[in-house]
């Protein structure tokens, strides 16, 4: 190869490379981030989890808040501080009864009871017969200091009633709760 094609080629190269590399930091690749991002949730709310968490289709303003899929990101990653920091932020910016009800079961992880009880008190306020929500508060009255069995029943009912599906383990532990007391 001739020598004097070869800063030529080299410039080229590096234009080329730079443009490619400004195109990715721009809004295509946030587009195909967030596209990812959704994507994963999407899948994840598919499989099957051993918690309180059961797949469910989430609203289409969800997939489009990105401090929503990044709380639920922290959530799987078990980063619940991080997940609690990003769901705090998608209800400042739009306070949607799914989010209150995934900060509220990502703060009963963190064993925040009465805290996570508030949320998903104002899930159920702004989504009646919110099932998941209920069930999710069934868990948090059943595992509070002392338990309150009354209380995690009374949500229990309501969770059936809207068509949630309840873990068997579940029912077996407020029974023994119950005998226990």
């Known amino acids: 190869m001739n020598k004097k094609w070869l800063l030529p080629l080299i410039v080229i190269i590096v234009v080329t490379s ?3 590399i400004y195109w ?3 809004s295509s690749y946030k587009k195909l981030k967030l ?3 959704q994507e994963m949730i999407q899948h994840l709310e ?3 989890t051993s918690g309180i968490k059961a797949p469910q289709k989430q609203p289409a303003v969800l997939l489009e808040d990105e401090n929503y899929l ?3 990101q922290y959530y799987y990653k078990r980063e619940f501080d991080s997940a609690v920091s990003e769901f705090e ?3 400042a910016t739009k306070p949607t009864p799914e989010a ?3 900060l509220g079961i990502t703060l009963m992880e963190k064993n925040e009871f009465s805290k996570a009880i508030d949320n998903l008190k104002k899930s159920i306020e702004l989504k009646a017969q919110y099932s998941k929500a209920e069930y999710a508060m069934a868990v948090c009255y059943a595992r509070i200091n ?3 069995i009354k209380s995690a029943k009374e949500h229990l009912e309501k969770a059936k009633k809207s068509g949630y599906q309840i873990p068997e383990w579940f029912e077996k532990y407020l029974a023994k709760l119950e005998t226990a007391k």
Do not use: H
Request: proline fraction near 12%; glycine fraction near 8%.
């Open 18 to 20: 730079l443009s490619a």
């Open 24 to 26: 990715a930091k721009n």
């Open 35 to 37: 596209q990812a991002t």
């Open 46 to 48: 598919g499989l099957p």
């Open 70 to 72: 990044r709380g639920m």
């Open 89 to 91: 932020a998608s209800i």
């Open 100 to 102: 209150y009800c995934e």
């Open 146 to 148: 002392p338990p309150d």
